[in-house]
């Protein structure tokens, strides 16, 4: 019992029914066996003990007392940097499905989130609930008599994508025949893992992905490559014959070039590819930072660096000024590091000007593609500013570009990949077949693959998304090995391996009823509608309804 | 009835006649003779719809014939091209004997239910596709002397096919490219050489057994007698050189591995050895165990270890209590004189009837209670509802 006394209410108050995620507790299941506070990541959940009074009032006497009872119960803390965050780990642990935390759609936690004076800051989604623009753009072109139709089921489809810079037929065949240089291009699977870097992910998270991409190529024979983010790569990585499936990072920090540098002779085979990121969808113009607390010895080896510090990547490489420069300086250079055998690609933020990079790519002999990452992409960390309102959605964008490389007659010269919210509600295979239909070479998706692989609990709800702070309910960013030892990486990697089985399932049974099997549908937007007449004029699609 | 009637497929002008026209002649002919001679010139859909109510009706094609030869063909007809046919011989045949003579092209039997289709030569892609086998009749039969195109036996459901591999078509595969696919039923005997590319979760490679080779045996002569090669029934009898192909069962199919090769394999196999043999971060992390464990871990893994704070606060008797026994409120019932409601609340708490958890219970509340120091003992055991004992216990003053 609370004893007579004013009770204050700050600004900064909340109570429970004011925070975003509300304990729904249910004391008659409850066995106060503890486990569900053993396991919150926010220590939010109390264990408190209680005294209730009873009034004791018996009417035909004069009778009157009251009797106390104590008694125990869980109890949810409302502090801000306390508050529950949805993630719903105790829920899984609760042996009597007798606690969870439940949506609140009325929170004024956002309110008072600033408290300390920062902007807020979390990771991975923006947190726009509801179908996106990919969701809603459907597959229209059904060839059932007007040409032969295909079946998903038997026939055999090719559907990987080109990266690297494809030369036009007549200047291949002059080089060829001259014995001149030939860029780089590889054949893969157009859904690629998007840079998430050994850092930013557990060992168990980031080897267990690479297990999952290596069986994929070997076992099954599906192309995929994964993207590493910037952060280097384990030694014995760079000199495994998996590094063929790797796209290595280069980014403003450079963390983990040194081992790259250093396991360049001894390789046993070339990366995937380089990708140079110059910015990111989640969080353009803004800078990565790996906060001290994930800076573990291992990840310090790894970057060469001292252990526990602060790692930033600033915003903007330090010595590339102008973008003539950062494409001569950077391409060029990372090309040369592979003796121009492996492609090189700029990674860019989606933004309004990404049509002029494209543009300097172009004339670029050495540029092998562009990603664009939009703004539906996720991050590790970032501020919920950048998150929310910063980028350019990815669609427009990868449309405006495409359709300006035809304007060129480029189109089939230098692939786009698109990237940013593919998949953010599960309907991964629709938006990225749209987008590849609107132009793209192929997706790089992230989010979706911690969700799918490694049952990241992240929503556009905000749920959990605190991927910035090591504290992982799921052990996928954290580098604590309490934690990420949660995560078996076969477990990773045989869900990456059913993910990308059934991805294409999927490919096969939009492109069959398209009548496409040759080869994948890239700028096939006769094909696509969208029951939206402004998005539809906007991306040049057909408007239905 | 036994007369031969011819039916011409060209008018006195030498033109062809049209396929709707061509049949009416054939029906009239056919109330008159069930015997009749077609010149075909391009006429599809012919020797089918022929109702004899189950009476011998015999069929000769001579000249081009057009497709769907015997499509719709009922039983008791039968049907001998004399030369090749086009696409879709015998579709969606119940029962018609057909013999091509020489090749015929695509889609040969597609959706045939019942009868025997023997061809002189090889067929094109997508023979013997999506039969049917109604278990009532018998199984629809494809004879074919050469190879078969790609595509060969999608969704077969029933369907047997007799490929000889003879003068084939395509010596190096006489199954053609991806054979089989969907195929649920049925059986295909093949001799000659095959590349290998059938689905291999409809269809499983097997040797003939004695049954089977006999049913092959018994028919053969037919077969060849049909199509007018008696002289390589010798050459066909070789038991050695024939294979063949057998629908999987789905209660088989569903104890099939699905994936072809488990994680912990290609962990061992290729993972590992990938890495010079060890895990890949040895070097970067010397001894870091990274094997997996639970949520909720104890000992060193422990993350937090959570309490009930009351236990600073309730009495310790009844903290400590493992089920909870309000024992304040159970010794003020007994202070009270209520012995009897005093053993009743007990009872709603405890697990244990009778006084068997006086019995057995390490007596957690004694050890507890906090008076220990100040009384030489707190509490003991008492005895409530022995009949031998009248008055109450005495109790520790508070
Ligand atoms: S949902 Fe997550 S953050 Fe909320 S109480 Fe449960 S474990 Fe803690
Ligand atoms: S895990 Fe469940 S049963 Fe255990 S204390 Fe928490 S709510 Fe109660
Ligand atoms: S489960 Fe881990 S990776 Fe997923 S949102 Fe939560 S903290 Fe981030």
């Given at each position: 019992m609370?004893s007579?006394?004013?009770?204050?209410?700050?600004?900064?108050?909340l109570?429970?029914n004011?925070?975003?995620?509300?304990?729904?507790?249910?004391?008659?299941?409850?066995?106060?066996?503890?486990?569900?506070?053993?396991?919150?990541?926010?220590?939010?959940?109390k264990?408190?003990?209680?005294?209730?009074?009873?009034?004791?009032?018996v009417?035909n006497?004069?009778?009157r007392?009251?009797?106390f009872?104590?008694?125990?119960?869980?109890?949810?803390?409302?502090?801000?940097?306390?508050?529950?965050?949805g993630?719903?780990s105790?829920?899984?642990v609760?042996?009597?499905?007798?606690?969870g935390?439940?949506f609140?759609?009325?929170?004024?936690?956002?309110?008072?989130?600033?408290?300390?004076?920062?902007?807020?800051?979390?990771?991975?989604?923006?947190?726009?609930?509801g179908?996106?623009?990919?969701?809603?753009?459907?597959f229209n072109r059904?060839?059932?008599?007007?040409?032969?139709?295909?079946?998903a089921?038997r026939?055999?489809?090719?559907?990987?994508?080109l990266?690297?810079?494809?030369?036009p037929?007549?200047?291949?065949v002059?080089?060829?025949?001259?014995?001149?240089?030939?860029?780089?291009?590889?054949?893969?699977?157009?859904?690629?893992?998007g840079?998430?870097?050994f850092?930013?992910?557990?060992?168990?998270?980031?080897?267990?992905l690479?297990?999952?991409?290596?069986?994929?190529?070997?076992?099954?024979?599906?192309?995929?490559?994964?993207?590493?983010?910037?952060?280097?790569?384990?030694?014995w990585?760079?000199?495994?014959?998996?590094?063929?499936?790797?796209?290595?990072?280069?980014?403003?920090?450079?963390?983990?070039?040194d081992?790259?540098i250093?396991?360049?002779?001894?390789?046993?085979?070339?990366?995937?590819?380089?990708?140079i990121?110059?910015?990111?969808?989640?969080?353009?113009?803004?800078?990565?930072l790996?906060?001290?607390?994930?800076?573990?010895?291992?990840?310090a080896r790894?970057?060469?660096?001292?252990?526990g510090?602060d790692?930033?990547?600033?915003?903007v490489h330090?010595?590339?000024?102008?973008?003539?420069?950062?494409?001569?300086k950077?391409?060029?250079?990372?090309?040369?590091?592979?003796?121009?055998?492996v492609?090189?690609?700029?990674?860019?933020?989606?933004s309004?000007?990404?049509?002029?990079?494209?543009?300097?790519?172009?004339?670029?002999?050495?540029?092998s593609?562009?990603?664009?990452?939009?703004?539906?992409?996720?991050?590790?960390?970032?501020?919920?500013?950048?998150l929310?309102?910063?980028?350019?959605?990815?669609?427009?964008?990868?449309?405006?570009?495409y359709?300006?490389?035809?304007k060129?007659?480029?189109?089939?010269e230098?692939?786009?990949?698109?990237?940013?919210?593919?998949?953010?509600?599960?309907?991964?295979?629709?938006?990225?077949?749209?987008?590849i239909?609107l132009?793209?070479?192929g997706?790089?998706?992230?989010?979706?693959?911690?969700?799918?692989?490694?049952?990241?609990?992240?929503s556009?709800?905000?749920r959990?998304?605190?991927?910035?702070?090591?504290?992982?309910?799921?052990?996928?960013?954290?580098?604590n090995?309490?934690?990420?030892?949660?995560?078996?990486?076969d477990?990773?990697?045989?869900?990456?391996?059913e993910t990308?089985q059934a991805?294409?399932?999927?490919?096969?049974?939009?492109?069959?009823?398209?009548?496409r099997s040759?080869?994948?549908?890239?700028?096939?937007?006769?094909?696509?509608g969208?029951?939206?007449?402004?998005?539809?004029?906007?991306l040049?699609?057909?408007?239905v309804? | 009835?036994?007369?031969?009637?011819t039916?011409k497929g060209?008018?006195?002008?030498?033109?062809?006649?049209?396929?709707?026209?061509?049949?009416?002649?054939?029906?009239?002919?056919?109330t008159k003779?069930?015997?009749?001679?077609?010149?075909?010139?391009?006429?599809?859909?012919?020797?089918?719809?022929?109702?004899?109510?189950?009476?011998?009706v015999?069929?000769e094609?001579?000249g081009?014939?057009?497709?769907?030869?015997?499509?719709?063909?009922?039983?008791?007809?039968?049907i001998?091209?004399?030369?090749?046919?086009?696409?879709?011989v015998?579709?969606?045949?119940?029962?018609?004997e057909?013999?091509?003579?020489?090749?015929?092209?695509?889609?040969?039997?597609?959706?045939?239910?019942?009868?025997?289709?023997?061809?002189?030569?090889?067929?094109g892609?997508r023979?013997?596709?999506?039969?049917?086998?109604?278990?009532?009749?018998?199984?629809?039969?494809?004879?074919?002397?050469?190879?078969?195109?790609?595509?060969?036996?999608?969704?077969n459901?029933?369907?047997?096919?007799?490929?000889?591999?003879?003068?084939?078509?395509?010596?190096d595969n006489?199954?053609?490219?991806?054979?089989?696919?969907?195929?649920?039923?049925?059986t295909?005997?093949?001799?000659?050489k095959?590349?290998?590319?059938?689905?291999?979760?409809?269809?499983?490679?097997?040797?003939?057994?004695?049954?089977q080779?006999?049913?092959?045996?018994d028919?053969?002569?037919?077969?060849?007698?049909?199509?007018?090669?008696?002289?390589?029934?010798?050459?066909?009898?070789?038991?050695?050189?024939?294979?063949?192909?057998?629908?999987?069962p789905?209660?088989?199919?569903?104890?099939?591995?699905?994936?072809?090769?488990?994680?912990?394999?290609?962990?061992h196999?290729?993972?590992?050895?990938?890495?010079g043999?060890?895990?890949?971060?040895?070097d970067?992390?010397?001894g870091?165990?990274?094997?997996?464990?639970?949520?909720?871990?104890?000992?060193?893994?422990?993350r937090?270890?959570?309490?009930?704070?009351?236990?600073?606060?309730?009495?310790?008797?009844?903290?400590?209590?493992?089920?909870?026994?309000?024992?304040?409120?159970?010794?003020?019932?007994?202070?009270?004189?209520?012995?009897?409601?005093?053993y009743e609340?007990?009872?709603?708490?405890?697990?244990l009837?009778?006084?068997?958890?006086?019995?057995?219970?390490p007596n957690?509340?004694?050890?507890?209670?906090?008076?220990?120091?100040?009384?030489?003992?707190?509490t003991?055991?008492?005895?409530?509802?022995?009949?031998?004992?009248?008055?109450?216990?005495?109790?520790?003053?508070?």
């Amino acid at each position: 019992m609370v004893s007579i006394r004013s009770i204050p209410s700050r600004p900064g108050s909340l109570s429970p029914n004011d925070l975003p995620w509300i304990i729904q507790h249910r004391e008659d299941r409850c066995t106060l066996c503890g486990k569900c506070a053993a396991v919150c990541p926010v220590n939010t959940l109390k264990l408190t003990y209680m005294r209730k009074r009873m009034p004791k009032i018996v009417l035909n006497s004069s009778e009157r007392g009251s009797s106390f009872k104590t008694f125990v119960g869980i109890r949810q803390n409302t502090d801000v940097g306390r508050r529950c965050i949805g993630c719903g780990s105790c829920a899984m642990v609760c042996p009597n499905e007798a606690i969870g935390p439940v949506f609140n759609e009325n929170d004024r936690y956002r309110f008072q989130a600033t408290a300390g004076g920062d902007a807020t800051k979390r990771g991975g989604r923006r947190n726009e609930p509801g179908g996106s623009l990919l969701d809603r753009i459907i597959f229209n072109r059904i060839s059932m008599l007007t040409d032969p139709a295909l079946d998903a089921g038997r026939h055999e489809f090719a559907y990987n994508t080109l990266l690297g810079r494809v030369l036009p037929p007549e200047e291949y065949v002059r080089r060829k025949l001259s014995g001149e240089w030939i860029p780089p291009v590889r054949e893969i699977f157009p859904f690629i893992i998007g840079s998430m870097s050994f850092g930013a992910l557990s060992p168990n998270m980031w080897l267990g992905l690479l297990q999952g991409v290596a069986y994929c190529n070997e076992v099954l024979g599906i192309p995929v490559v994964m993207a590493t983010g910037e952060g280097g790569c384990p030694p014995w990585v760079l000199r495994s014959p998996f590094l063929k499936y790797i796209i290595l990072q280069v980014a403003s920090g450079y963390f983990g070039w040194d081992e790259i540098i250093r396991a360049i002779p001894e390789m046993q085979c070339d990366p995937a590819a380089i990708e140079i990121k110059y910015g990111q969808g989640a969080k353009p113009g803004d800078g990565g930072l790996l906060m001290w607390f994930k800076v573990s010895k291992l990840i310090a080896r790894l970057r060469g660096v001292p252990e526990g510090v602060d790692l930033p990547s600033p915003p903007v490489h330090q010595t590339l000024y102008s973008i003539e420069e950062s494409v001569m300086k950077m391409i060029q250079s990372m090309s040369m590091a592979w003796n121009f055998k492996v492609p090189v690609y700029p990674k860019i933020s989606g933004s309004t000007s990404a049509k002029s990079v494209l543009n300097n790519l172009v004339r670029n002999p050495y540029a092998s593609a562009l990603m664009i990452d939009g703004i539906d992409g996720g991050t590790g960390a970032a501020y919920d500013i950048s998150l929310n309102a910063t980028g350019h959605p990815i669609a427009s964008n990868v449309r405006d570009c495409y359709l300006d490389l035809c304007k060129q007659g480029k189109q089939n010269e230098i692939p786009i990949f698109a990237a940013g919210g593919v998949g953010k509600n599960g309907n991964v295979v629709q938006n990225a077949l749209a987008l590849i239909m609107l132009g793209a070479s192929g997706v790089h998706m992230g989010k979706f693959i911690m969700q799918s692989a490694a049952g990241c609990l992240g929503s556009e709800k905000n749920r959990c998304n605190v991927c910035n702070v090591g504290i992982c309910p799921k052990g996928i960013t954290s580098q604590n090995p309490k934690i990420y030892r949660r995560l078996d990486p076969d477990d990773v990697a045989h869900r990456l391996v059913e993910t990308f089985q059934a991805i294409q399932v999927e490919v096969k049974k939009v492109m069959a009823p398209l009548g496409r099997s040759q080869s994948l549908p890239i700028g096939m937007s006769d094909a696509l509608g969208i029951a939206d007449k402004d998005a539809a004029d906007r991306l040049n699609i057909r408007y239905v309804c | 009835m036994s007369k031969k009637i011819t039916v011409k497929g060209r008018d006195e002008n030498g033109q062809r006649i049209s396929t709707q026209i061509f049949e009416d002649l054939v029906q009239k002919a056919f109330t008159k003779s069930h015997d009749l001679v077609l010149e075909t010139y391009g006429q599809h859909n012919v020797g089918g719809r022929l109702k004899s109510g189950g009476k011998p009706v015999t069929i000769e094609i001579n000249g081009p014939c057009g497709q769907r030869l015997g499509c719709m063909g009922l039983p008791g007809t039968k049907i001998v091209c004399n030369g090749p046919a086009s696409d879709d011989v015998g579709w969606l045949n119940i029962g018609a004997e057909i013999t091509v003579k020489g090749e015929a092209t695509n889609g040969v039997c597609n959706a045939m239910a019942e009868g025997k289709v023997y061809i002189g030569g090889s067929i094109g892609a997508r023979g013997l596709t999506m039969t049917k086998w109604n278990p009532e009749y018998n199984k629809p039969e494809l004879w074919v002397l050469g190879s078969c195109g790609d595509s060969f036996a999608e969704f077969n459901c029933g369907g047997i096919a007799i490929v000889c591999g003879v003068e084939a078509k395509n010596p190096d595969n006489v199954l053609g490219y991806r054979p089989c696919v969907g195929m649920v039923g049925g059986t295909i005997y093949y001799r000659g050489k095959i590349d290998g590319s059938y689905s291999q979760i409809n269809v499983k490679a097997v040797l003939p057994d004695d049954e089977q080779w006999q049913w092959l045996l018994d028919r053969l002569p037919k077969y060849l007698e049909n199509i007018g090669r008696p002289e390589l029934l010798a050459e066909l009898s070789q038991r050695e050189e024939w294979a063949m192909l057998d629908a999987i069962p789905p209660q088989e199919r569903a104890l099939m591995k699905t994936g072809p090769m488990s994680m912990a394999e290609f962990k061992h196999k290729i993972w590992n050895p990938g890495f010079g043999g060890g895990d890949p971060i040895r070097d970067l992390a010397p001894g870091l165990d990274r094997s997996p464990i639970g949520m909720v871990e104890s000992g060193d893994l422990r993350r937090k270890k959570p309490f009930w704070a009351n236990r600073d606060k309730a009495a310790p008797c009844a903290y400590y209590c493992p089920v909870h026994i309000p024992t304040i409120d159970r010794l003020r019932l007994m202070r009270e004189g209520k012995g009897k409601e005093a053993y009743e609340m007990l009872m709603e708490y405890t697990p244990l009837p009778a006084s068997i958890c006086g019995h057995i219970c390490p007596n957690l509340c004694m050890q507890n209670c906090s008076r220990q120091m100040v009384m030489r003992r707190s509490t003991s055991r008492c005895w409530v509802g022995r009949p031998k004992i009248n008055r109450l216990p005495r109790l520790p003053l508070l």
